[in-house]
């Protein structure tokens, strides 16, 4: 059984709010989860900011277990410290390519 960290749209026409929730890969989207660990508010607020509610402890056991995170909440994840960044490809190459540049 393949396990997701992902999100569940809820809310209302053009005013979004989403549960991020642990379900099995394979259910449904707005199916009943395994366990609900967080909000996600995509709306800013007033002074501009996201509202994101997680519980750490919760999400750090389901990463350990080996839940996957979707792009989203891996987003979120790498926001609240919890997992690292990872390295983006094209950098390595930009790179690559700027160190010949300057050795020509």
């Given at each position: 059984m393949v396990?997701?960290?992902?999100?569940?749209?809820?809310?209302?026409?053009?005013l979004p709010?989403?549960?991020?929730v642990v379900a099995n890969a394979r259910?449904?989207?707005?199916?009943?989860?395994?366990e609900q660990i967080g909000t996600f508010n995509p709306i800013p607020n007033d002074a501009g900011?996201?509202?994101?509610?997680l519980n750490f402890e919760r999400a750090?056991?389901?990463l350990t277990v080996g839940a996957q995170p979707s792009e989203m909440?891996?987003?979120?994840l790498v926001q609240a410290n919890?997992?690292?960044q990872a390295p983006k490809p094209w950098m390595k190459?930009?790179?690559?390519r700027f160190q010949q540049e300057t050795k020509q």
């Open positions: 396990v997701r960290i992902r999100l569940a749209r809820h809310g209302r026409r053009n709010y989403y549960h991020i259910t449904a989207r707005n199916s009943k989860p395994l900011q996201k509202a994101i509610n750090k056991y389901w909440v891996e987003k979120i919890l997992i690292p190459e930009a790179a690559k």
